[in-house]
């Protein structure tokens, strides 16, 4: 088993910055092997994709939507996948959740972990 666990949402003013985090760690855990990926749900709308990471750090993916304004990152020596996140817009106002799995996808069932979620705010 995987276990994720986020932190860093909140509320944010638009055009302001959050940074989350999401720690990974588990008997089964194997970071070489594993991709992690970002998804978020709005109220009323689908979950949808928005950056995934080899671990490795060596291959990054993001949606259009969030393009030039987000950044994944990996951290090996702390078992944790950072999103920074920057200028931001109340569209962007989700729970963000954390996802890994065994391959780059932008399909949120391709990743067999989730952790719980956190709520990002932004206020117009």
């Known amino acids: 088993q995987v276990q994720l666990v986020e932190s860093g949402g909140g509320l944010v003013q638009a055009g302001g910055s959050l940074r989350l985090s999401c720690a990974a760690s588990g008997r089964t855990f194997n970071r070489y092997r594993m991709f992690m990926g970002w998804f978020r749900q709005a109220p009323g709308k689908e979950r949808e994709f928005v950056a995934a990471?080899?671990?490795?750090?060596?291959?990054?993916h993001y949606a259009d939507s969030v393009k030039g304004r987000f950044t994944i990152s990996s951290d090996n020596a702390k078992n944790s996948v950072w999103l920074q996140m920057s200028s931001l817009k109340p569209e962007d106002t989700a729970v963000y959740y954390c996802a890994a799995g065994n391959s780059i996808s932008y399909s949120g069932s391709d990743y067999p972990y989730w952790g719980q979620g956190t709520q990002v705010t932004v206020s117009s």
């Open positions: 990471i080899r671990w490795t750090g060596d291959s990054t």
